[in-house]
């Protein structure tokens, strides 16, 4: 803990190398909260440690600090969310989600922040996720009659999230929405990166307040099936053939390139393995995905297919507007807005395809590009003529479904079935 007593201390509100002259500079990405102490102007700054890749919880001891700083980050006690005697707390870790950091950021960074606000142990029920189940017992546990308004804490990718959202819809849904704070410990972390942007996601479990979180239906033709993470199997969908996501539903490049990073070689890479699967995807040339896409604009009934060739190459529907923090897919979507944006284009040389990428790493530029088709759409159909499984995959929030042959997947905007904790910049 560093202690100031007398002297000088800056707080930087963007992030900047540590000073010779020894000031301490702690950038806004890292800065969680202030707890008031009972001396005179007196606060507990907590925040994360620099570099971020260092684990832990920092504590700073600051004497009249900035105004500005105090409007912003000054709690005192627990939120209505976070506070056992309105809600039942549980805290699910995703042990496996990205490069297996998850347990080790709750014990290091995450328990501690809780009991420097009282909430100890006992406050709180953890559960570490076993296997694909795991979820779906939290959510008919948490979904039992009878029970008080319910607050879970997530240390996971989007999958998790996406898992609960399919284990609470109806007719399992409980009459208040579960309240859900995210804490990204996946690989792209899509939803959190989208939501996270004017504050990070700590301070925002502590200062942000439950908000709806649109989502979107995805119902398949009979027939269609999961597929398993590390290709270890294969998973009925609900007899419905209905999936509800929040964030992404994709075929053709996007959703292969997701696929075929899903194992253990992959994953080490982090957020890398995207590129590199990517790369994979590209060699020795695209491949032509062939089916029908079909949308629904807003204010209209009728469906129209996209005026573009039989073979696809890039087609995504996403609520979000980052699917990884620097990778822009839609600039414009807002934060919980109900609306689902397209984007599309056909099959492009290698080259031209890792341009057009480069450009949504660059704010989203490449939604400019005449080869690219983006736009809000109410609901988007995809009839799928591929005879080759592995050109029939569908992505949701990170999920990878298989198309029987001949089939479709078609997604509409539907009402959320959970708050997520958000916090306006």
Same mark, same amino acid.
Request: contains cysteine.
């Given at each position: 803990?560093?202690?100031?007593?007398?002297?000088?201390?800056?707080?930087?509100?963007?992030?900047?190398?540590?000073?010779?002259?020894?000031?301490?500079?702690?950038?806004?990405?890292?800065?969680?909260?202030?707890?008031?102490?009972?001396?005179?102007?007196?606060?507990?700054?907590?925040?994360?440690?620099?570099?971020?890749?260092?684990?832990?919880?920092?504590?700073?001891?600051?004497?009249?600090?900035?105004?500005?700083?105090?409007?912003?980050?000054?709690?005192?006690?627990?939120?209505?969310?976070?506070?056992?005697?309105?809600?039942?707390?549980?805290?699910?870790?995703?042990?496996?989600?990205?490069?297996?950091?998850?347990?080790?950021?709750?014990?290091?960074?995450?328990?501690?922040?809780?009991?420097?606000? %009282?909430?100890?142990? %006992?406050?709180?029920?953890?559960?570490?996720?076993?296997?694909?189940?795991?979820?779906?017992?939290?959510?008919?546990?948490?979904?039992?009659?009878?029970?008080?308004?319910?607050?879970?804490?997530?240390?996971?990718?989007?999958?998790?999230?996406?898992?609960?959202?399919?284990?609470?819809?109806?007719?399992?849904?409980?009459?208040?929405?579960?309240?859900?704070?995210?804490?990204?410990?996946?690989?792209?972390?899509?939803?959190?990166?989208?939501?996270?942007?004017?504050?990070?996601?700590?301070?925002?479990?502590?200062?942000?307040?439950?908000?709806?979180?649109? %989502?979107?239906?995805?119902?398949?033709?009979?027939?269609?099936?999961?597929?398993?993470?590390?290709?270890?199997?294969?998973?009925?969908?609900?007899?419905?053939?209905?999936?509800?996501?929040?964030?992404?539903?994709?075929?053709?490049?996007?959703?292969?390139?997701?696929?075929?990073?899903?194992?253990?070689?992959?994953?080490?890479?982090?957020?890398?393995?995207?590129?590199?699967?990517?790369?994979?995807?590209?060699?020795?040339?695209?491949?032509?995905?062939?089916?029908?896409?079909?949308?629904?604009?807003?204010?209209?009934?009728?469906?129209?297919?996209?005026?573009?060739?039989?073979?696809?190459?890039?087609?995504?529907?996403?609520?979000?507007?980052?699917?990884?923090?620097?990778?822009?897919?839609?600039?414009?979507?807002?934060?919980?807005?109900?609306?689902?944006?397209?984007?599309?284009?056909?099959?492009?040389?290698?080259?031209?395809?890792?341009?057009?990428?480069?450009?949504?790493?660059?704010?989203?530029?490449?939604?400019?590009?005449?080869?690219?088709?983006?736009?809000?759409?109410?609901?988007?159909?995809?009839?799928?003529?591929?005879?080759?499984?592995?050109?029939?995959?569908?992505?949701?929030? %990170?999920?990878?479904?298989?198309?029987?042959?001949?089939?479709?997947?078609?997604?509409?905007?539907?009402?959320?079935?959970?708050?997520?904790?958000?916090?306006?910049?």
């Amino acid at each position: 803990m560093t202690t100031f007593n007398g002297r000088s201390s800056t707080l930087s509100f963007s992030p900047s190398p540590g000073l010779s002259d020894g000031t301490n500079l702690i950038p806004t990405s890292q800065i969680i909260s202030l707890i008031p102490s009972p001396t005179a102007d007196g606060y507990t700054l907590l925040h994360t440690h620099a570099p971020e890749s260092l684990p832990g919880l920092q504590k700073t001891l600051l004497v009249a600090p900035p105004a500005a700083l105090i409007s912003r980050y000054n709690l005192s006690t627990l939120p209505p969310h976070l506070d056992p005697a309105v809600v039942d707390i549980s805290v699910v870790i995703s042990a496996g989600s990205g490069t297996g950091k998850a347990l080790a950021y709750w014990s290091d960074v995450v328990q501690p922040l809780l009991a420097e606000y %009282g909430l100890h142990e %006992g406050s709180y029920i953890v559960h570490t996720t076993t296997s694909a189940d795991t979820i779906h017992e939290i959510a008919t546990e948490i979904s039992a009659d009878g029970k008080p308004p319910q607050s879970v804490i997530l240390l996971s990718g989007d999958t998790l999230l996406f898992e609960l959202l399919n284990s609470l819809k109806p007719p399992s849904l409980p009459q208040r929405r579960p309240t859900v704070s995210l804490l990204p410990l996946g690989t792209g972390n899509a939803l959190s990166a989208s939501l996270s942007k004017s504050s990070p996601p700590l301070s925002t479990l502590l200062l942000g307040t439950p908000r709806t979180l649109p %989502g979107f239906k995805a119902t398949f033709s009979p027939g269609a099936h999961f597929v398993l993470p590390n290709s270890t199997g294969t998973k009925p969908l609900p007899p419905d053939n209905a999936l509800h996501g929040s964030v992404v539903l994709s075929w053709g490049f996007h959703a292969s390139l997701v696929a075929d990073s899903d194992t253990a070689a992959y994953r080490e890479n982090g957020s890398s393995r995207f590129q590199l699967a990517a790369r994979a995807n590209l060699l020795p040339e695209p491949h032509g995905y062939k089916g029908v896409v079909s949308t629904i604009l807003p204010g209209r009934d009728i469906w129209g297919a996209l005026p573009a060739p039989t073979q696809h190459f890039y087609t995504l529907a996403t609520m979000v507007s980052n699917l990884e923090e620097t990778f822009c897919i839609s600039p414009a979507s807002e934060p919980l807005a109900s609306t689902l944006h397209l984007v599309h284009f056909p099959v492009l040389p290698p080259t031209e395809v890792m341009r057009v990428m480069a450009m949504a790493y660059d704010g989203g530029k490449h939604v400019t590009d005449p080869q690219v088709r983006y736009e809000c759409v109410r609901g988007l159909r995809v009839e799928i003529e591929e005879e080759e499984e592995r050109w029939r995959r569908v992505c949701v929030d %990170g999920a990878i479904v298989v198309v029987p042959a001949g089939g479709r997947v078609e997604v509409e905007v539907v009402p959320g079935v959970v708050d997520v904790v958000y916090r306006e910049g």
